[in-house]
């Protein structure tokens, strides 16, 4: 434990003490979100974000001992452990060098090298390794087993071969070796499959592709990886691309040097140079492709599920409309627009189906409906569904909003994300909330209460259902998940929860809760009634101690008992508040708010042996603005009149949008035409910039220019940098200067000299990034 703790601690910058202490809290069974809050004095102030990869770490440490001692075990049950051997297995810090390391005693099938020592053949490979000037074939002849099927010299020398070629490819430090040569030198090709032209046309952009491997992007990798896939595409690792045709490969020479063969132009060595060759190609060289090509999709998924979990982050933390009574319309053409009324706490008030739209066009008499709904319910939002016929459903609306202008000034539309609704719709939850209701009319529903809160509503949909990933159904669905989950829960636990007004769904993602204790506080609330203190939760069923303690500050009581359970100061902490107003002579309820007293304390005089400093100075924080919402100011985005469809655009044209998913290769915007177009990370800003999401994230409210529009295709590139013109040369933003090839190479044996590099077919530049626009387009599908 001791290793581990000192390891996380040296990859995470921290103190060592800082990491045992946060170890000890997880085994205790403490989440995340409740020490990041409530145990900053044990943990040095870590946040969720360096908890999260922590608690990753130890488990891949955790694992890695428990392999280590397996292989430990292994070896010695073989009598061949020794010191040596030992030390180094205990050194090792990856599973790779582990495997490396066990290659040579693992038990494996029988191989043609293993039949060949079966045979008797193995003290003809190490004589020929230790005589060069042997007569291969004379020697050979005496190791003749026909029964063992060596009928002659030939067979007999293969035999030594095969024994070699796996000795060779066992050995960990002439692997580790090679491992280097092709990180510092491989490079990705990627051709297409003979005949697959048309079939794999939306693969062309990797036809005839080839890029560095360590350079290749996560999304180009995942592309790449689901041409292969799909039997479109092939892939192959050159591990030298700077070798000349018919030239031994680099991997050959180090492989020479690894074992100080020497080789000249005798009998032996003229053997052993095709051992040599045998050794890579059939051995080595197809281990490390597998093995590089599935790192490559390993740090490629962890990439795009980083991208997924900080967008899905940014959605979830978008700003609440608020409490207000809602219009939620889920718009349609021949099955109508399915209408719903929600009231400010989000329950159901009133539905029906209206036909706007052709073929029936009922356009007035759907205007008249609404209209009689929004002043019966004094409806303040209308919230639009972004799906099929929602820009005439948008004019339906704005068309009702002219005629209550009168009875409802404050009436306003927006138009909202329906990503999700669906699959929520037809759920098990949607049927428990509205039983015998139509699954399109709580499609409504959700868009309405989405508005409302966006947090408490996106809860009841499986993250992946959301979309708002970059290939996500090319990536571990465990790993998303459970990065998705770790999102959920720290958005949740960040805003804290109404526990008198929280959906069961929203209520599981409570630190501390689950979903069987989430369906108790429900079901306790509709039997005794609201929650009027934090400590009646106890008297939930199965919630005991530990839950509570973990649970209890991120759940809120308004107008309860107590005004600390409308706060985020911890139940444990209540005796220091009361403390700190004793001390100034004021009640609990008369410090809360109060900015001008809390500000002339000093957090330092109410230091505890239990609350040290750190949670003095977020108690004090937490008093001058209880229960504040982290999330920001509601903003909504106004699409230009009369651009409703692909065919509206015009190149140029200034349009106002949401950003609906960021990825590493640029922004796809809502501009209202039922297509989002796609901001090239080129074309963001003048500036160069590496990460997308230094500009924008999900949610923001944006302008662009119309740069290029294929509407055959369902294409649309825009540009946040809005002095472009259309149809010019792209203005790629500024970039640093290359590293690349600077500085003298390393001319060691596993580095030779650099030669000119291979130019890549295809450059990922601007123009890729159509591309990209038309995979995304069909993937968010």
Same mark, same amino acid.
């Given at each position: 434990?001791?290793?581990?703790?000192?390891?996380?601690?040296?990859?995470? @910058?921290?103190?060592?003490?800082?990491?045992?202490?946060? $170890?000890?809290?997880?085994?205790?069974?403490?989440?995340?979100?409740?020490?990041?809050?409530?145990?900053?004095?044990?943990?040095?102030?870590?946040?969720?974000?360096?908890?999260?990869?922590?608690?990753?770490?130890?488990?891949?440490?955790?694992?890695? +001992?428990?392999?280590?001692?397996?292989?430990?075990?292994?070896?010695?049950?073989?009598?061949?452990?020794?010191?040596?051997?030992?030390?180094?297995? @205990?050194?090792?810090?990856?599973?790779?060098?582990?495997?490396?390391?066990?290659?040579?005693?693992? &038990?494996?099938?029988?191989?043609?090298? /293993?039949?060949?020592?079966?045979?008797?053949?193995?003290?003809?490979?190490?004589?020929?390794?230790?005589?060069?000037?042997?007569?291969?074939?004379?020697?050979?002849?005496?190791?003749?087993?026909?029964?063992?099927?060596?009928?002659?010299?030939?067979?007999?020398?293969?035999?030594?071969?095969?024994?070699?070629?796996?000795?060779?490819?066992?050995?960990?430090?002439?692997?580790?070796?090679?491992?280097?040569?092709?990180?510092?030198?491989?490079?990705?090709?990627?051709?297409?499959?003979?005949?697959?032209?048309?079939?794999?046309?939306?693969?062309?952009?990797?036809?005839?592709?080839?890029?560095?491997?360590?350079?290749?992007?996560?999304?180009?990798?995942?592309?790449?990886?689901?041409?292969?896939?799909?039997?479109?595409?092939?892939?192959?690792?050159?591990?030298?691309?700077?070798?000349?045709?018919?030239?031994?490969?680099?991997?050959?020479? $180090?492989?020479?040097?690894?074992?100080?063969?020497?080789?000249?132009?005798?009998?032996?060595?003229?053997?052993?140079?095709?051992?040599?060759?045998?050794?890579?190609?059939?051995?080595?060289?197809?281990?490390?492709?597998?093995?590089?090509?599935?790192?490559?999709?390993?740090?490629?998924?962890?990439?795009?599920?980083?991208?997924?979990?900080? +967008?899905?982050?940014?959605?979830?933390?978008?700003?609440?409309?608020?409490?207000?009574?809602?219009?939620?319309?889920?718009?349609?053409?021949?099955?109508?627009?399915?209408?719903?009324?929600?009231?400010?706490?989000?329950?159901?008030?009133?539905?029906?189906?209206?036909?706007?739209?052709? &073929?029936?066009?009922?356009?007035?008499?759907?205007?008249?409906?609404?209209?009689?709904?929004?002043?019966?319910?004094?409806?303040?939002?209308?919230? $639009?569904?972004?799906?099929?016929?929602?820009?005439?459903?948008?004019?339906?609306?704005?068309?009702?909003?002219?005629?209550?202008?009168?009875?409802?000034?404050?009436?306003?539309?927006?138009?909202?994300?329906?990503?999700?609704?669906?699959?929520?719709?037809?759920?098990?939850?949607?049927?428990?909330?509205?039983?015998?209701?139509?699954?399109?009319?709580?499609?409504?529903?959700?868009?309405?209460?989405?508005?409302?809160?966006?947090?408490?509503?996106?809860?009841?949909?499986?993250?992946?259902?959301?979309?708002?990933?970059?290939?996500?159904?090319?990536?571990?669905?465990?790993?998303?998940?459970?990065?998705?989950?770790?999102?959920?829960?720290?958005?949740?636990?960040?805003?804290?929860?109404?526990?008198?007004? *929280?959906?069961?769904?929203?209520?599981?993602?409570? *630190?501390?809760? +689950?979903?069987?204790?989430?369906?108790?506080?429900?079901?306790?609330?509709?039997?005794?009634?609201?929650?009027?203190?934090?400590?009646? /939760?106890?008297?939930?069923?199965?919630?005991?101690?530990?839950?509570?303690?973990?649970?209890?500050?991120?759940?809120?009581?308004?107008?309860?008992?107590?005004?600390?359970?409308?706060?985020?100061?911890?139940?444990?902490?209540?005796?220091?508040?009361?403390?700190?107003?004793?001390?100034?002579?004021?009640?609990?309820?008369?410090?809360?708010? @109060?900015?001008?007293?809390?500000?002339?304390?000093?957090?330092?005089?109410?230091?505890?042996?239990?609350?040290?400093?750190?949670?003095?100075?977020?108690?004090?924080?937490?008093?001058?603005?209880?229960?504040?919402?982290?999330?920001?100011?509601?903003?909504?985005? !106004?699409?230009?009149?009369?651009?409703?469809?692909?065919?509206?655009?015009?190149?140029?044209?200034?349009?106002?949008?949401?950003?609906?998913?960021?990825?590493?290769?640029?922004?796809?915007?809502?501009?209202?035409?039922?297509?989002?177009?796609?901001?090239?990370?080129?074309?963001?800003?003048?500036?160069?910039?590496?990460?997308?999401?230094?500009?924008?994230?999900?949610?923001?409210?944006?302008?662009?220019?119309?740069?290029?529009?294929?509407?055959?295709?369902?294409? $649309?590139?825009?540009?946040?940098?809005?002095?472009?013109?259309?149809?010019?040369?792209?203005?790629?933003?500024?970039?640093?200067?290359? +590293?690349?090839?600077?500085?003298?190479?390393?001319?060691?044996?596993?580095?030779?000299?650099?030669?000119? !590099?291979?130019? &890549?077919?295809?450059?990922?530049?601007?123009?890729?990034?159509?591309?990209?626009?038309? *995979?995304?387009?069909?993937?968010?599908?």
């Amino acid at each position: 434990m001791q290793n581990i703790a000192q390891l996380i601690a040296e990859e995470l @910058n921290v103190r060592q003490q800082q990491v045992t202490d946060t $170890i000890s809290l997880l085994d205790d069974g403490a989440t995340v979100p409740f020490i990041a809050r409530y145990r900053k004095e044990a943990t040095g102030g870590l946040d969720d974000a360096q908890l999260r990869t922590l608690n990753s770490r130890l488990s891949y440490l955790r694992d890695l +001992n428990d392999r280590r001692n397996v292989i430990l075990s292994s070896i010695e049950a073989q009598s061949k452990l020794t010191p040596e051997l030992k030390a180094a297995i @205990n050194a090792a810090d990856s599973k790779t060098r582990l495997e490396d390391l066990y290659l040579p005693y693992k &038990p494996k099938r029988r191989t043609k090298g /293993l039949i060949a020592i079966e045979a008797g053949i193995e003290p003809l490979a190490d004589f020929l390794l230790a005589n060069r000037q042997a007569d291969c074939d004379a020697k050979a002849s005496e190791y003749i087993n026909v029964a063992a099927g060596f009928s002659d010299a030939k067979a007999v020398l293969d035999g030594a071969r095969f024994i070699l070629m796996e000795r060779f490819a066992e050995d960990a430090e002439l692997l580790q070796k090679i491992r280097t040569q092709v990180e510092q030198n491989a490079v990705l090709e990627s051709r297409m499959v003979k005949g697959k032209e048309k079939e794999g046309a939306k693969f062309r952009d990797y036809f005839e592709h080839t890029e560095k491997l360590t350079k290749v992007p996560s999304h180009r990798a995942l592309a790449m990886l689901r041409g292969r896939n799909e039997g479109m595409l092939s892939l192959n690792i050159n591990a030298d691309p700077q070798q000349e045709p018919k030239q031994a490969s680099y991997c050959e020479v $180090i492989i020479i040097e690894h074992f100080k063969l020497g080789l000249s132009n005798t009998a032996v060595d003229t053997w052993l140079k095709t051992v040599v060759a045998a050794t890579w190609k059939v051995k080595i060289a197809l281990q490390m492709e597998t093995e590089f090509l599935g790192r490559m999709r390993e740090t490629a998924e962890q990439e795009a599920i980083k991208v997924f979990a900080r +967008n899905l982050g940014d959605l979830l933390m978008a700003a609440p409309a608020g409490a207000k009574a809602t219009l939620g319309l889920d718009p349609g053409l021949r099955s109508g627009v399915k209408v719903a009324i929600v009231n400010d706490t989000g329950k159901l008030m009133a539905h029906t189906t209206i036909f706007p739209h052709a &073929p029936q066009n009922q356009w007035d008499k759907s205007v008249r409906t609404l209209a009689n709904l929004v002043k019966m319910h004094k409806v303040e939002l209308i919230a $639009i569904g972004n799906g099929t016929a929602s820009r005439e459903t948008d004019k339906l609306a704005a068309d009702l909003i002219s005629q209550v202008k009168a009875d409802l000034p404050r009436l306003t539309k927006i138009m909202v994300s329906e990503a999700g609704a669906s699959v929520y719709s037809a759920s098990e939850l949607a049927s428990e909330e509205f039983p015998g209701i139509d699954v399109s009319i709580r499609g409504a529903v959700s868009i309405a209460r989405r508005l409302q809160d966006p947090l408490a509503e996106l809860v009841k949909i499986e993250p992946k259902a959301i979309g708002v990933g970059q290939y996500q159904h090319d990536v571990s669905q465990s790993s998303l998940s459970s990065s998705l989950e770790a999102v959920v829960e720290d958005c949740v636990n960040g805003v804290g929860v109404d526990v008198n007004m *929280a959906s069961a769904p929203l209520l599981a993602q409570v *630190a501390g809760l +689950n979903k069987t204790l989430a369906r108790n506080i429900v079901a306790h609330r509709d039997e005794q009634g609201r929650f009027n203190n934090r400590k009646a /939760l106890l008297k939930v069923a199965r919630l005991g101690p530990k839950a509570y303690e973990q649970a209890a500050g991120f759940l809120r009581i308004t107008e309860g008992d107590n005004p600390l359970d409308s706060s985020a100061v911890h139940p444990e902490a209540y005796a220091l508040v009361e403390s700190i107003a004793t001390a100034k002579g004021v009640s609990v309820a008369e410090i809360i708010g @109060n900015s001008e007293l809390l500000k002339a304390l000093e957090a330092k005089d109410f230091i505890t042996s239990e609350f040290g400093l750190p949670t003095v100075t977020d108690i004090l924080a937490e008093l001058d603005k209880p229960g504040r919402d982290p999330r920001g100011e509601f903003k909504t985005a !106004t699409f230009k009149e009369g651009v409703e469809e692909i065919k509206d655009l015009k190149l140029d044209m200034i349009l106002e949008g949401v950003v609906t998913n960021v990825t590493n290769f640029g922004a796809f915007i809502d501009v209202g035409v039922h297509q989002d177009g796609l901001v090239h990370i080129s074309s963001m800003t003048d500036k160069f910039i590496d990460d997308p999401h230094k500009v924008v994230k999900a949610g923001d409210i944006v302008k662009v220019k119309v740069m290029e529009v294929d509407a055959e295709r369902r294409r $649309i590139g825009l540009s946040m940098r809005l002095e472009d013109k259309a149809g010019d040369a792209p203005k790629s933003a500024p970039r640093p200067a290359s +590293n690349h090839n600077k500085g003298a190479p390393n001319k060691g044996a596993n580095q030779r000299p650099q030669q000119k !590099t291979h130019k &890549p077919k295809q450059q990922a530049n601007a123009a890729m990034g159509n591309a990209f626009a038309d *995979a995304f387009a069909k993937l968010k599908k």
